[in-house]
């Protein structure tokens, strides 16, 4: 039974995607060290996420953007980018085990939520590496664009570097403007232009 394991990176950052992650590993060619991409170094995930890509039967990354994050609210734009990814799969899982403990609504398929699930099995494990990765490389991406913010180094989480960054240079366009902080940060840069 070709099984699914599906994960996301990003809740969390005030800037930015959700990204998540689809695969279906291969039992005939396994890969050594998959676990919870937060217990790995960088190294091991760059590493693992290029062997994932060579190894796997089936493996995609979608996301949901920063407006749809603030359309939605994050736990469903997490939902639709995990949706997104089951779908983009070149093969059809009989089974998707998604990380957490909600499930994408509209899938064409059995789906269990399994919490902790990215440390325990090993689709899992290897779409949160996917996610990690590509996420981390879209925030590389946006500090090459604004480098004054810092992104490479916080990755878009509410650091103080972050906050800083926002009350010295404001809000761009792929700001969650729904996340307190940033909204926050908006309405004191409104209040300020009408004073």
């Not at 995990?82 to 789906?111: F, T, W, Y």
């Not at 480098?147 to 761009?172: L, M, N, R, S």
């Not at 940033?182 to 004073?195: I, P, S, T, W």
Request: with cysteine; charged share 25%.
């Amino acid at each position: 039974m070709k099984t699914a394991g599906v994960d996301e990176a990003g809740r969390g950052p005030l800037v930015g995607s959700v990204v998540a992650a689809a695969v279906i590993l291969d039992p005939e060619n396994p890969i050594e060290g998959l676990n919870d991409s937060k217990k790995l170094s960088e190294k091991k995930r760059e590493k693992l996420f290029i062997e994932i890509q060579e190894k796997a039967l089936a493996w995609a990354v979608a996301e949901a953007s920063a407006a749809e994050i603030d359309e939605l609210n994050i736990l469903q734009a997490s939902l639709l980018a995990m949706r997104r990814a089951v779908e983009k799969l070149g093969l059809q899982p009989a089974h998707v085990l998604v990380d957490g403990n909600k499930i994408p609504q509209g899938l064409s398929v059995s789906c269990d939520a399994v919490v902790g699930g990215d440390a325990i099995h090993p689709e899992i494990s290897a779409a949160s590496i996917l996610a990690k990765v590509s996420r981390d490389r879209e925030m590389a991406e946006l500090d090459r664009l604004y480098p004054q913010f810092g992104f490479a180094k916080h990755k878009g989480y509410p650091t103080k570097a972050h906050f800083d960054a926002i009350a010295e240079h404001g809000v761009i366009a792929e700001h969650r403007r729904s996340f307190g902080p940033v909204r926050k940060a908006l309405e004191q840069m409104e209040g300020g232009a009408a004073g």
